[in-house]
């Protein structure tokens, strides 16, 4: 099932609406994507890439960035070229003060364009430098099981990584402070989005094990929380349900999926009538 590319564009809409959350000390990181630059100066306390109060000429460093958040991203080539222009930063400045914003930038960006691989590898790098990064780590947890190869020789170790990434954004995320400035609902959103690509991670790792009664709460849990209609989420909720007796469960799980557009919106009908059959035709197991 290809759904790399749905899954990116919802982790990289999602990593920076709540970029702030991820800092304990409860200030915002700078970003680069531009869309969400304005949102963040309207709802949250965003540290500038001028000192504050300063007339000094910006350094070489600090117009690099700059001209680096002026890049478009609109389409897949325009983001190529950002993604490149990143990677040249960080090797001419290696221990920029911007690195997190850049690592955050990679790891979505990667993702979205579908080389989830080696968003992976910035998503990492990412956590390694703050290991309280939430999001970073529920993106990670999210894209590992969705672009899961079973015949690689590291295949379960990738699983035990985005597990792991999982459980820690859910533990952590409780204790994370709001910013000071930024209204409840933003930060209530935020929060429940990275929660809900965390479960949606969980419930996923559980699918590939083959733990299907284990990944039901997970996704079920996920799509809770999710204010966008994930379909992936919906579609492998049905297929665990399914392949659980559950059959009701299943079916109404491919029906959601089938009211979103998209690429599973057809094997979802035809799932959903499938279940039925089985719904009508089979002993159902009790939840």
Partial sequence: MNSAAKISSVAAGVLFLGAAIMAQDAQDRPTLNKDKQQSQQQTATTPKLETPGSTAALSEEDTAV????????????NLQLKLQAAETFLQKYPQSHYKQMIYSFLTTGYIQIGQPDKGVEFGDKEIELNPTDVQTMAVVSQTIPRSFNPSAPDAEKKLAKAENYGKKAVEIMP???KPEGMADEVFATAKNQALAM???????VDWR???????IPELEQSLKLD???DPVNWFILGVVNQNTSHFDDAAKAFGKCALIQ???QDTCKTKSEEAKKL???RLSAPK
């Fill in 66 to 77: 700059k001209v680096l958040q002026a890049m478009p991203e609109a389409s897949v080539a």
């Fill in 175 to 177: 204790t994370i402070p």
């Fill in 198 to 204: 965390a479960h949606s991670g969980l419930g996923l």
């Fill in 209 to 215: 094990r083959g733990k299907f009664a284990d990944a």
């Fill in 227 to 229: 204010p966008v209609p």
């Fill in 262 to 264: 998209g690429k599973l």
């Fill in 279 to 281: 719904a009508a035709t």
